[in-house]
């Protein structure tokens, strides 16, 4: 046998490898990779295809809109005017302190502050006294809880339709009043009970807020309440040191909501000034009787469709988004100490 033969024969290394071979499992694993990396390149299209409707409504109905009311409060912009639009500065804004909508402006901060500090304590208040005293019952709460909650389910504008039709000087209420010998108000016909009035029918439609309390006091745990009895608390002071401290979360939750929600509140009051005086105009209606349902929203629904002041309504969205803004931010930064959550220290 020739020398050659026996060098390959007794196992001596063989000659390197060329730069372009690759071992049998990296061979193997390169195509997966290639693979998995084609996916994750493409998937990106499939998910943007799902976000697309979203993203086009969010795009045309939400982000537009803002853009373009905060453009118009800085210029001369009127709905239907030929007039070419150029900047004005902060005179939209100087127009609501001094200028000609000074006197409604400062009408509607008024009463839309009376609605915020009466209104929000009211019904936070009777959701959790309201959502206690179901939870009180062991087999009727279900009954209780859906008796209390139909009147939520009732459309806003037929259920201020039939509180109007209640509260008519002629109407049931004031009949029920006179057999019993009290002489009752003209309601949403007099100026000083027109907000305390839309404060109770806020109260009668509590159904969503009454059910969030009802389940958050069916959260708090059984033990504290016995710990609480054993140490002789009575139902009050166990109501207050421990039911109260324990839904802190869902008493914050609805305080921040019905704070928002109230500072734009319009559809009741306009409907409540509206309904019924179809003699009268509308900008006369608006507010009536003697502009004490003349609300923040409502000033802003003057200026933009009855006077088609774009600019100056502009301007007003953008004061209460920045009021709004501001106010959550205090009750987020104010009540990190004074929320309970289970679980924490």
């Not at 390959?8 to 730069?19: D, I, L, N, R």
């Not at 982000?63 to 004005?88: A, I």
């Amino acid at each position: 046998m020739s020398s050659q033969t026996i060098t390959a024969a007794s196992g001596a290394p063989s000659a390197p490898q060329s730069a372009t071979e690759l071992p049998a499992s990296e061979s193997v694993a390169a195509p997966s990779q290639a693979k998995h990396r084609s996916v994750t390149r493409t998937r990106w299209y499939i998910v943007l295809g799902f976000m697309s409707p979203f993203i086009i409504g969010f795009g045309l109905f939400v982000l537009y809109p803002v853009v373009m009311v905060f453009y118009y409060s800085f210029t001369n912009f009127k709905q239907g005017s030929l007039l070419p639009v150029h900047f004005v500065g902060l005179q939209n804004y100087a127009s609501l302190l001094t200028g000609s909508a000074s006197q409604t402006f400062w009408i509607s901060i008024k009463n839309t502050l009376w609605m915020v500090v009466v209104l929000v304590p009211a019904e936070t208040i009777w959701a959790i006294l309201t959502a206690t005293l179901i939870n009180t019952f062991k087999r009727s709460a279900k009954i209780y809880r859906t008796i209390l909650f139909l009147p939520a389910m009732a459309p806003v504008v037929a259920g201020t339709l039939s509180w109007i039709i209640m509260m008519n000087p002629a109407g049931p209420v004031n009949q029920f009043l006179a057999r019993i010998g009290i002489h009752g108000p003209l309601w949403f016909g007099d100026p000083n009970w027109t907000k305390p009035t839309l404060v109770m029918m806020t109260l009668w439609m509590i159904g969503n807020l009454m059910v969030i309390f009802s389940a958050a006091l069916l959260d708090v745990p059984k033990s504290l309440y016995e710990a609480a009895e054993m140490d002789g608390a009575g139902v009050i002071q166990r109501f207050i040191s421990v039911t109260l401290p324990s839904i802190t979360p869902v008493i914050f939750f609805a305080v921040v909501t019905e704070v928002i929600y109230t500072f734009q509140y319009f559809t009741q009051a306009y409907v409540v000034s509206t309904a019924g005086h179809a003699n009268l105009q509308s900008s006369t209606l608006l507010g009536y009787p003697q502009n004490s349902l003349f609300f923040y929203t409502t000033g802003i629904y003057q200026q933009g469709f009855n006077f088609f002041k774009t600019n100056v309504a502009s301007a007003m969205a953008v004061l209460l988004f920045i009021v709004i803004f501001l106010i959550t931010l205090i009750f987020i930064r104010g009540s990190r100490n004074l929320i309970y959550y289970q679980g924490e220290n």
